[in-house]
């Protein structure tokens, strides 16, 4: 079912009753939370949803029970910050997850969110992180190798302060796209960067970069199209 860019507020109650439903397109509708019939859906493998279609990063809220949903392998983009704990912590459940997008993260949620990526870190092929717009950050994130990989991640988006870019993604092997948006780094965060080996494309937008220079060694970047 394909709603992109429609007028719809809400989803009727009748959604639940539509039980081989497989695809599902909210983004850039006027939907701002999913109603609980939505976990009825157990065959469902692509949600997609973004609650404006000004601002296509901004997420919709889940309810609780999103563990039902066990064959979904795309979910974006859900706010973590309006949705409930319960609700949040649900998703980590959700092992055969490639596609996940989550924003609204802040200090306060930065542990949850951490539960959810180590649980769902196997399976991950894409991965978009937004911080909420008003006081949120990424920087709370777990940074260390030790404590948190991607072995098959092959897309990152990272929206908000950052601090210092984690060593699971300068590290990575598999690492294809990086796209950062308001990360605030400076010369000595990005540096590591170019050890990525399979980077083909990098995207430094919207002050992700807010250094004077930005320097790169020779050689740098060998796959970068």
């Given at each position: 079912?394909?709603?992109?860019?429609?007028?719809?507020?809400?989803?009727?109650?009748?959604?639940?009753?539509?039980?081989?439903?497989?695809?599902?397109?909210?983004?850039?509708?006027?939907?701002?939370?999913?109603?609980?019939?939505?976990?009825?859906?157990?065959?469902?493998?692509?949600?997609?949803?973004?609650?404006?279609?000004?601002?296509?990063?901004?997420?919709v809220l889940i309810p609780k029970g999103m563990e039902n949903l066990a064959d979904i392998?795309?979910?974006?983009?859900?706010?973590?910050?309006?949705?409930?704990?319960?609700?949040?912590?649900?998703?980590?459940?959700?092992?055969?997850?490639?596609?996940?997008?989550?924003?609204?993260?802040?200090?306060?949620?930065?542990?949850?969110?951490?539960?959810?990526?180590?649980?769902?870190s196997p399976s991950l092929m894409y991965l978009y992180l937004g911080a909420h717009r008003?006081?949120?950050?990424?920087?709370?994130?777990?940074?260390?190798?030790?404590?948190?990989?991607?072995?098959?991640?092959?897309?990152?988006?990272?929206?908000?302060?950052?601090?210092?870019?984690?060593?699971?993604?300068?590290?990575?092997?598999?690492?294809?796209?990086?796209?950062?948006?308001?990360t605030n780094l400076q010369q000595d965060d990005v540096d590591g960067l170019d050890r990525?080996?399979?980077?083909?494309?990098?995207?430094?937008?919207?002050?992700?970069?807010?250094?004077?220079?930005?320097?790169?060694?020779?050689?740098?970047?060998?796959?970068?199209?």
């Open positions: 079912m394909n709603l992109y860019k429609s007028s719809i507020r809400e989803l009727p109650p009748w959604i639940g009753m539509l039980p081989f439903l497989q695809f599902l397109n909210l983004k850039k509708t006027k939907i701002t939370s999913l109603p609980s019939e939505i976990t009825q859906l157990e065959r469902l493998q692509i949600l997609r949803a973004s609650s404006c279609s000004c601002n296509p990063s901004e997420g392998e795309w979910l974006d983009i859900v706010d973590v910050n309006g949705s409930t704990d319960s609700a949040t912590k649900a998703l980590w459940k959700l092992t055969r997850l490639k596609h996940l997008g989550l924003t609204g993260l802040t200090q306060r949620n930065s542990e949850e969110v951490s539960e959810i990526l180590t649980k769902l008003r006081n949120g950050t990424l920087e709370y994130l777990p940074t260390k190798m030790a404590s948190l990989q991607f072995p098959r991640l092959e897309t990152i988006k990272l929206d908000g302060h950052i601090g210092k870019m984690p060593e699971w993604i300068s590290h990575s092997l598999t690492l294809s796209v990086v796209k950062l948006y308001r990525i080996r399979s980077l083909t494309a990098l995207s430094l937008l919207d002050s992700a970069y807010i250094g004077q220079q930005l320097f790169f060694y020779a050689g740098s970047f060998a796959a970068l199209k």
